[in-house]
């Protein structure tokens, strides 16, 4: 059972930067994603990134452009780099692991044996 603590959310201004961290147990994994879930809606995939051994990364449409994930395996540490934060991105985002591949695609919140506890992030207007 791979273990995650968020942190890193809080209140901002729309356009300004965040920096999510999710520290986990480890690293040996097919990946950590980032989810994301607004008041009175479902939980959104945000980004994704493989395990230790991998090299890819991967983006919803919303996060493009916007969002950086990216790793340091010395701490087994993933980062969500959050840029030109809106009102829309006000969540509680949470990091999961997916130990091995599926069917699913790693936007599908099927397979992921564990999760964080959330961490609330706020943009006013």
């Known amino acids: 059972q791979v273990t995650l603590v968020e942190s890193g959310g809080g209140l901002v201004q729309a356009g300004a930067s965040l920096k999510l961290s999710c520290a986990t147990s480890?690293?040996?994994?097919?990946?950590i994603s980032w989810f994301r879930q607004a008041p009175g809606k479902e939980r959104e995939f945000v980004a994704a990134?493989?395990?230790?051994?991998?090299?890819?990364?991967y983006y919803a449409d919303s996060a493009k452009g916007r969002f950086t994930i990216t790793r340091d395996n010395a701490k087994n540490t993933v980062f969500l780099q959050m840029d030109m934060l809106t009102p829309e991105d006000t969540a509680v985002y949470f990091c999961a692991a997916k130990p091995v591949a599926t069917a699913q695609h790693i936007d599908v919140p099927v397979g992921y044996t564990s999760w964080g506890q959330g961490t609330q992030v706020t943009v006013s207007s």
């Open positions: 990134i493989s395990g230790i051994s991998g090299r890819w990364t």
């Open positions: 480890t690293l040996s994994v097919y990946g």
